[in-house]
């Protein structure tokens, strides 16, 4: 990644607000809040709060991504922590040569610092890539794109196919992305069209930095566009139906290659990143690939044992044997009715048995009871607790 003077001179962690030592998943949490907070659907006509929604995702950009994160870690460490600072006397102009932090001088040991023959820009030309004659303006690759959705437990677990409603930055419509009301722009004369204008030192280093007059186009429209203001670049509002896998969880994070914001000159499109959110259901949950679901049974039926009939998700009830004297609180297995994996196997139901304790009594109910508790006088179920009570 060819990072700028511009981008060097930013402190990313403070756009999103967090610290330097932040986590990827901190930095992502920071992204998604100012992301929803500043973007343009949310903010019709406010040019600023478009300008930092394009600042936050810049920053997510390139810290979202280890290697660029390292490159810009490292880069701002060697240089400066604020960036590069003009020298006494430099005005507004940057007169660096790195050879002279490390003592270098030209024409030794073959030409650098410590005798390394292209000068210290060649070392680190590919991080902040180098301008001068033949140098075009590289192709830029999309934005991402992020928006979220919301299912029901149902299609969490089957998967659904939605629509999503996405505004992204795309070339402008109104002058096919030329920046120019006739479509005729003209090459800038400052960068020779490729966007890009070089500064630096001796010793072969070079920084590059975008074309001022053109901001970075390489072209100057002489009719700027009413629309882009001759940015050529506009945001776009456009919907597409996205199908969200089978089995998918609550605030989980989901990308699609090649499904966000288009590219700039001829560079790929961005990814579009979807957050799900899943809606409770009434009576199941879920537990990795597996539903649950709590099924109430009569005394008699733990006591004695039976058949029950257990609810399914959007399919016939299936038929549970219960063995005698099962507990209340034992949890059973049902194999195969469970959310879709991605093999396309399902998980499992478990099934939780509770004891139902009646509010009200009959009559013969009431006597059957009292029956049963003179047969079982001589039982204490809680006898064991208060022997290890006693620690015997």
């Known amino acids: 990644m060819n990072l700028s003077r511009e981008v060097l001179e930013k402190d990313l962690y403070k756009v999103l607000g967090v610290p330097k030592d932040a986590t990827e998943a901190e930095i992502k949490k920071a992204y998604r809040k100012l992301a929803r907070e500043y973007h343009p659907d949310a903010n019709k006509g406010d040019a600023k709060a478009e300008e930092r929604f394009k600042e936050v995702s810049e920053a997510n950009d390139i810290l979202s991504d280890a290697k660029s994160r390292k490159e810009y870690d490292e880069a701002r460490a060697l240089l400066g922590a604020g960036g590069f600072r003009p020298g006494p ?78 505004s992204s930055s795309a070339a402008c419509k109104a002058c096919s992305g030329t920046g120019d009301k006739n479509g005729t722009p ?19 280093f070079s920084l590059t930095d975008p074309c001022m007059d053109c ?19 506009a945001t776009s509002s ?82 549970l044997k219960l063995p005698p004297g099962t507990p209340s609180g ?14 396309g196997t399902r998980g499992d139901l478990l099934v939780t048995i509770e004891v139902s304790v009646p509010r009200e009594l009959g009559d013969k109910a009431r006597e059957a009871l009292a029956a049963y508790r003179e047969a079982t006088a001589g039982e204490d179920p809680r006898a064991a607790l208060f022997k290890a009570a006693k620690g015997d």
């Open 330 to 343: 034992r949890t059973m297995r049902v194999r195969g009715k469970g959310t879709v994996r991605k093999d």
């Open 89 to 166: 006397g430099a005005g507004g102009n940057f007169n660096f040569d790195l050879n002279d932090l490390f003592g270098g001088q030209q024409g030794q040991g073959g030409g650098g610092a410590g005798g390394f023959g292209g000068g210290f820009g060649d070392m680190f030309g590919g991080l902040f890539g180098r301008g001068g004659p033949g140098t075009r303006a590289q192709p830029r690759r999309g934005q991402d794109v992020e928006s979220e959705v919301t299912l029901s437990f149902t299609e969490a677990v089957e998967g659904a196919t939605v629509p999503l409603r996405m």
């Open 186 to 204: 003209r090459v800038c004369p400052t960068c020779v069209g490729t966007g890009q204008v070089s500064r630096g030192g001796g010793g072969g």
């Open 215 to 233: 901001r970075g186009r390489g072209l100057i429209a002489e009719d700027p566009c009413d629309v882009c203001r001759g940015s050529g670049r």
């Open 238 to 319: 456009r919907t597409m139906h996205v199908r969200i896998p089978a089995g998918v969880a609550d605030e989980q994070r989901i990308r699609l290659r090649g499904k966000g914001a288009p590219g700039e000159r001829g560079g790929p499109a961005g990814d579009l990143y979807v957050v799900v959110h899943v809606d409770k259901h009434p009576l199941f949950g879920r537990r990795g690939d597996n539903l649950t679901v709590t099924v109430p049974v009569t005394f008699p039926e733990a006591a004695l044992g039976g058949e029950i009939r257990v609810p399914t998700l959007g399919e016939q009830p299936v038929t």
